[in-house]
């Protein structure tokens, strides 16, 4: 039976269009940049040896595959719903919609929880006269970092931006460092050609551009402004793809230069691996300043992942999805401080029962099951004739939709699938982490429904819930 296309909201006035191409692109560099190669390019290295690089290839290249999927179902949907809607719409249940929402949702948390192992190492220590003790510190930044959240959206993106521009600038002083070291004839490029693993070398591989992976997350984020971009369908394609390039070119020389410049027994063994590059530097660069970036980097992290969160709790209880207590706003800040204080006791929980390699870990995992449903999820809206939302024009001009090769959503499909396999060497903590968070969500759902009688919403409302 076919399910009648409904609107949540349907009287209210639609997003205002007013991002164009350019900013597009500055917000997918942004929302990639971040504590993923600040943070993991030692626990990548422990993986593969010297060849810290070649991880953060193929995670470039495998992202881009996602990607092309992306881009044609924001072509086909340019709203702001992301994986939800797109699932929602192949599959038409409820309940997995809301899986992949939830999954979304509980990756951010993850991800702000590694952000504050990250936050508690050896960047921190570089600033401080006196030890932390790691648990302390990252209890310490949550706490900040929720501050923040209450406090309002719009002072929480102020400071993005500047963050997002510290951790560039952070990131750029690496790569000029080993721009230097080349010139002056420093370092052992060599070393950056050595391949080196405990077990087989293409398992080594794999389970390293798993972990890389986490660095190149945050891209699926910049599809929740598909529905305030100027021209969504012919901008959007241009930004994703030429914002990965960037990102990943800027980390493929921030991995060489790691390499190169520094022993790979000292970068596993650090939590601050960039900070060691630049104590061996010949380009003097304070060290207390470059772990400052670091920690304002890995501070940008965890903020963009938990305003999202939090905002995916905040909508779906308001579409009845889970319960409605977790929608309950702040009367004088106007913020969702029940879903804020939901993810936040998620966090602290989850920082003192996983290390920053396990948790950056789990990330990866809710991620890649997500764009494993996105590639097939596309494969198959191309299978039925499109809706009257997913044809026309944008303010009046018609757009020609970005198609991917068919290839590019298929073999994504099955690399999300094999990179979420055991092959990677992921330890079953992992899993069991990943599947106890998913069963947080199955009870909130059941729980929900036993009071409520259902979800309170169609499939439509429950796919653009992840709006908040």
Same mark, same amino acid.
């Given at each position: 039976m076919t399910q009648t296309t409904r609107v949540p909201g349907g009287d209210q006035p639609e997003l205002r269009r007013t991002i164009g191409r350019t900013v597009l692109l500055l917000f997918v560099v942004g929302d990639i940049l971040g504590a993923g190669i600040y943070a993991l390019t030692g626990t990548v290295a422990e993986q593969v040896?010297?060849?810290?690089?070649? &991880?953060?290839?193929?995670?470039?290249?495998?992202?881009?595959?996602?990607?092309?999927?992306?881009?044609?179902?924001?072509?086909?949907? &340019?709203?702001?719903?992301?994986?939800?809607?797109?699932?929602?719409?192949?599959?038409?249940? &409820?309940?997995?919609?809301?899986?992949?929402?939830?999954?979304?949702?509980m990756s951010g948390i993850t991800s702000a929880s590694a952000a504050a192992r990250a936050f508690g190492g050896d960047y921190l220590a570089e600033l401080l006269p006196f030890g932390v003790p790691t648990l302390v510190a990252a209890w310490v930044f949550l706490g900040l970092i929720t501050v923040v959240n209450v406090l309002g959206v719009s002072e929480s993106v102020r400071v993005n931006v500047v963050l997002t521009l510290v951790e560039a600038s952070g990131l750029l002083v690496i790569i000029g460092i080993g721009v230097w070291a080349l010139a002056h004839g420093d370092g052992d490029p060599s070393r950056a050609l050595d391949l080196h693993t405990d077990g087989p070398a293409w398992m080594g591989v794999l389970g390293g551009t798993a972990l890389a992976f986490y660095a190149l997350l945050g891209f699926e984020d910049s599809v929740n402004l598909a529905e305030e971009a100027r021209h969504p369908r012919r901008d959007f394609p241009r930004a994703l793809f030429g914002g990965l390039a960037v990102a990943g070119a800027i980390y493929l020389a921030v991995a060489f230069t790691a390499s190169m410049l520094v022993e790979t027994d000292v970068l596993v063994g650090s939590t601050g691996p960039l900070l060691e590059v630049v104590r061996v530097a010949g380009l003097a660069f304070p060290p207390w300043l470059f772990a400052l970036i670091a920690l304002l980097a890995v501070m940008n992290t965890a903020l963009i992942n938990m305003m999202m969160a939090s905002r995916l709790v905040y909508g779906m209880s308001r579409e009845g999805i889970v319960p409605a207590a977790l929608g309950r706003v702040h009367s004088r800040r106007r913020t969702p401080v029940v879903a804020i204080a939901f993810t936040v006791v998620l966090a602290l929980t989850l920082t003192a029962t996983g290390d920053l390699g396990g948790l950056a870990d789990t990330t990866v995992l809710l991620l890649l099951l997500v764009f494993a449903v996105v590639n097939v999820a596309v494969l198959v809206l191309r299978r039925r004739p499109a809706d009257d939302d997913e044809t026309g024009t944008v303010d009046g001009d018609r757009e020609r939709s970005f198609r991917a090769p068919t290839w590019a959503p298929v073999v994504g499909a099955v690399v999300s699938l094999a990179l979420a396999s055991p092959l990677t060497g992921r330890e079953g903590a992992v899993y069991l982490r990943a599947a106890v968070l998913l069963g947080i969500g199955v009870v909130l759902y059941v729980v929900n429904r036993l009071l409520t009688g259902g979800t309170g919403a169609t499939a439509d409302e429950d796919a653009t819930a992840a709006t908040g």
């Amino acid at each position: 039976m076919t399910q009648t296309t409904r609107v949540p909201g349907g009287d209210q006035p639609e997003l205002r269009r007013t991002i164009g191409r350019t900013v597009l692109l500055l917000f997918v560099v942004g929302d990639i940049l971040g504590a993923g190669i600040y943070a993991l390019t030692g626990t990548v290295a422990e993986q593969v040896g010297g060849a810290i690089w070649l &991880p953060f290839l193929l995670a470039f290249a495998l992202a881009t595959l996602t990607a092309t999927a992306y881009a044609e179902l924001v072509a086909r949907y &340019p709203k702001a719903a992301g994986a939800a809607l797109y699932a929602n719409r192949a599959f038409r249940r &409820p309940f997995l919609t809301f899986l992949v929402a939830f999954a979304v949702m509980m990756s951010g948390i993850t991800s702000a929880s590694a952000a504050a192992r990250a936050f508690g190492g050896d960047y921190l220590a570089e600033l401080l006269p006196f030890g932390v003790p790691t648990l302390v510190a990252a209890w310490v930044f949550l706490g900040l970092i929720t501050v923040v959240n209450v406090l309002g959206v719009s002072e929480s993106v102020r400071v993005n931006v500047v963050l997002t521009l510290v951790e560039a600038s952070g990131l750029l002083v690496i790569i000029g460092i080993g721009v230097w070291a080349l010139a002056h004839g420093d370092g052992d490029p060599s070393r950056a050609l050595d391949l080196h693993t405990d077990g087989p070398a293409w398992m080594g591989v794999l389970g390293g551009t798993a972990l890389a992976f986490y660095a190149l997350l945050g891209f699926e984020d910049s599809v929740n402004l598909a529905e305030e971009a100027r021209h969504p369908r012919r901008d959007f394609p241009r930004a994703l793809f030429g914002g990965l390039a960037v990102a990943g070119a800027i980390y493929l020389a921030v991995a060489f230069t790691a390499s190169m410049l520094v022993e790979t027994d000292v970068l596993v063994g650090s939590t601050g691996p960039l900070l060691e590059v630049v104590r061996v530097a010949g380009l003097a660069f304070p060290p207390w300043l470059f772990a400052l970036i670091a920690l304002l980097a890995v501070m940008n992290t965890a903020l963009i992942n938990m305003m999202m969160a939090s905002r995916l709790v905040y909508g779906m209880s308001r579409e009845g999805i889970v319960p409605a207590a977790l929608g309950r706003v702040h009367s004088r800040r106007r913020t969702p401080v029940v879903a804020i204080a939901f993810t936040v006791v998620l966090a602290l929980t989850l920082t003192a029962t996983g290390d920053l390699g396990g948790l950056a870990d789990t990330t990866v995992l809710l991620l890649l099951l997500v764009f494993a449903v996105v590639n097939v999820a596309v494969l198959v809206l191309r299978r039925r004739p499109a809706d009257d939302d997913e044809t026309g024009t944008v303010d009046g001009d018609r757009e020609r939709s970005f198609r991917a090769p068919t290839w590019a959503p298929v073999v994504g499909a099955v690399v999300s699938l094999a990179l979420a396999s055991p092959l990677t060497g992921r330890e079953g903590a992992v899993y069991l982490r990943a599947a106890v968070l998913l069963g947080i969500g199955v009870v909130l759902y059941v729980v929900n429904r036993l009071l409520t009688g259902g979800t309170g919403a169609t499939a439509d409302e429950d796919a653009t819930a992840a709006t908040g």
